[in-house]
C-alpha cells in the first residue's frame, strides 16, 4: 500500500506542476555540474563552506565561531560544519531528486537519499534546522541542542529540508521522510505570526521576552514568508492537508497588505508587527527590496496555482511592472532602491551610504539578476531564452558583463556556487505551470 500510495502522489505532483521532460531529457552541462557538485559532497553526506571537504569547523557565523572556542577549550571531538543556508545541503538534494525524476540515474537519487537521511539526524527537537551545523559523520554533535534552541526559516533552511523530506517521501514511500517532513511542517505552523507573516527564525517564547530581536518579526529578507508559502503549499499538496493550505493563503494576504502603494508596489525586506517596513541589521535599510520582490511574486503565482484564485493576479501585474521598471541596466537590479527617489542604495557594514556596490559593505550581494529576467519569462514578459536562468533560493546570479575570472574565483572551492551551478543547468528543462493569470 505504502509503494502505491508513492506512485499516486508522485503522478498527483507531476499533473500539478504540468508535462515535464522526458527520462534522459539531461543536458551534458547539467550532467557536468552535478559530477562537479558531488565531488564536494562529504563521504557521510551534506556538504561544507569548503571543496573537497575537509575536516574540521569551516564557518563564518558568530555563533558557529563561539562554538569553536567552546568545544576547543572543553576538549570536545572536533566536528565537521554542515552548511543549509542555500545554497547548502537541502538544495543540492532537492537538485539530486530532480535530476534523478529527470535521467532516471540511480547515482543521483542515492546522493538525495543519503542527504535525506543526514537531514533526518540533524532534525532539532523543535523539528527544524539551523543554518550550520555540527556534525561527526552523519550524527548531530550531541551539544548543539541545547546550544543553540532555535531554528532558521530564512535562506530556505527549515523549509528547503521540509521540502527535500516530502519529495523524498513522494519518490520512495519511505514513512520516516512523511514524519521527518510532519515535525517540520509543525514548527512552521507554530512559528507564523498573527499577521499571517513569518520571522527570520523560530525562538522559544522566552527567549524573545528576554532577547527581543528582529528576527522575531514579519520577514522577507533571504525567502522568509515566501519560502514558507511554497513549502506549506507543497505539504498541503503532498499530505492531503487543508490546514497547510490555509495557512499558505494567510501568508499571502500579509504579502498583499504589506506592499508599498503605487506607484512602488514592491516589498521591504524586513517588517514590524503592524506591517510597516523597519529596518534589518545596519545594512539594510528602509527600502524596496528588488530580491525580496521576486520572492513575493513567486509566493503569489504559487497561491494562484494552488487556488486557481485570480484575486493575486493583478497584484502579479503591477509589481512585476514596477519591478521591470527598476533595473539599473538590462539583466541587472540593485538590491535596494529608495521609496522617496527611487535611486538605488548601497550602505557600508555600518550603514552610511556609498556611492558605488564596490565600496559597500562585504560579503553582500548588493547587485544582480536574482532570478527576475527567468520570474519575467514565466509570466510571459520575457522571452525564455539560455540567458535567462532561474535562481535557487540564496544564488543572486550576476549581472551581465560580470568578468568571468570574478565568478570563477567565487566558486573556485566553494560547494555552493557549485550547488548554485546545477540549479542553472537543471533549470534550462523546467516545465512551467500554469496559472488562473494566464486565463483571459
Known amino acids: 500500500m505504502v509503494v502505491l500510495a508513492s506512485v499516486w502522489l508522485a503522478a498527483a505532483l507531476v499533473l500539478a506542476a504540468g508535462p515535464g521532460p522526458a527520462l534522459g531529457a539531461l543536458p551534458p552541462q547539467a550532467h557536468e555540474s552535478l559530477d562537479a557538485m558531488l565531488e564536494c559532497e562529504r563521504p557521510e553526506g551534506g556538504w561544507m563552506y569548503v571543496c573537497p571537504p575537509e575536516s574540521g569547523a569551516h564557518g563564518v557565523t558568530k555563533i558557529v565561531n563561539l562554538g569553536v572556542r567552546v568545544s576547543d577549550a572543553l576538549g570536545l ?3 565537521d560544519l554542515v552548511v543549509l543556508r542555500s545554497p547548502g545541503t537541502p538544495a543540492a538534494g532537492l537538485l539530486l531528486l530532480e535530476a534523478w525524476e529527470q535521467s532516471d540515474d540511480p547515482r543521483y537519487l542515492e546522493a538525495a537519499i543519503r542527504t535525506g537521511d543526514l537531514l533526518l539526524n540533524l532534525q532539532l527537537p523543535s523539528g527544524g534546522w539551523f543554518s550550520e551545523m555540527p556534525v561527526h559523520g552523519d550524527q548531530l554533535a550531541r551539544w548543539f541542542a541545547w546550544y543553540v534552541p532555535w531554528a532558521t526559516l530564512d535562506d530556505d533552511v527549515t523549509t528547503g529540508a521540509v521540502r527535500l ?7 520512495t514511500g519511505e514513512e520516516r521522510y512523511r514524519d521527518g517532513a ?8 507554530e512559528a507564523q505570526l498573527a499577521s499571517g507573516a513569518w520571522p527570520l527564525t523560530h525562538r522559544p517564547r522566552w527567549m524573545q521576552t528576554v532577547s527581543p530581536s528582529f528576527e522575531d518579526l514579519p520577514s522577507l529578507n533571504d525567502g522568509a514568508t515566501a519560502s514558507v508559502i511554497t513549502t506549506l503549499i507543497l505539504g498541503a499538496r503532498v499530505l492531503d492537508r487543508p490546514d497547510l493550505l490555509a495557512a499558505a493563503v494567510r501568508g499571502g494576504d500579509w504579502l498583499l497588505e504589506a506592499r508599498f502603494p503605487a506607484p512602488t508596489p514592491g516589498w521591504a525586506q524586513q517588517y514590524d508587527e503592524t506591517g510597516q517596513p523597519v529596518p534589518g541589521r545596519k545594512f539594510e535599510p528602509v527600502a524596496l527590496a528588488t530580491w525580496e520582490t521576486r520572492h513575493a511574486l513567486e509566493a503569489l503565482v504559487a497561491l494562484g496555482r494552488a487556488t486557481e484564485d485570480r484575486r493575486y493576479c493583478a497584484s502579479i501585474d503591477e509589481s512585476a511592472a514596477w519591478l521591470a521598471g527598476s533595473a539599473l541596466a538590462p539583466g541587472c537590479w540593485p538590491r535596494f532602491i529608495s521609496p ?3 535611486e538605488p542604495i548601497y550602505l557600508d557594514i555600518d550603514g552610511n551610504p556609498v556611492p ?3 565600496e559597500a559593505k562585504r560579503p553582500y550581494r548588493w547587485t544582480g539578476d536574482y532570478g527576475i529576467p527567468a520570474l519575467f519569462a514565466q509570466l510571459g514578459r520575457g522571452e525564455a531564452t539560455e540567458d535567462v536562468i532561474p535562481r535557487i533560493p540564496g ?3 550576476e549581472c551581465p558583463g560580470t568578468p568571468l575570472r570574478t565568478r570563477r574565483r567565487r566558486e573556485a572551492r566553494n560547494p555552493r556556487g557549485r550547488i548554485g551551478d546545477v540549479g542553472s543547468s537543471l533549470s534550462l528543462v523546467r516545465a512551467v505551470a500554469a496559472t488562473p493569470c494566464d486565463q483571459p
Request: aromatic share 8%; glycine share 14%.
Open 77 to 79: 571531538e572536533p566536528w
Open 165 to 171: 523530506l516530502l519529495r523524498l517521501y513522494v519518490a
Open 182 to 189: 510532519i515535525r517540520g511542517l509543525d514548527l512552521i505552523l
Open 340 to 342: 522617496d527617489d527611487g
Open 356 to 358: 558605488h556596490p564596490g
Open 395 to 397: 544564488d543572486a546570479g
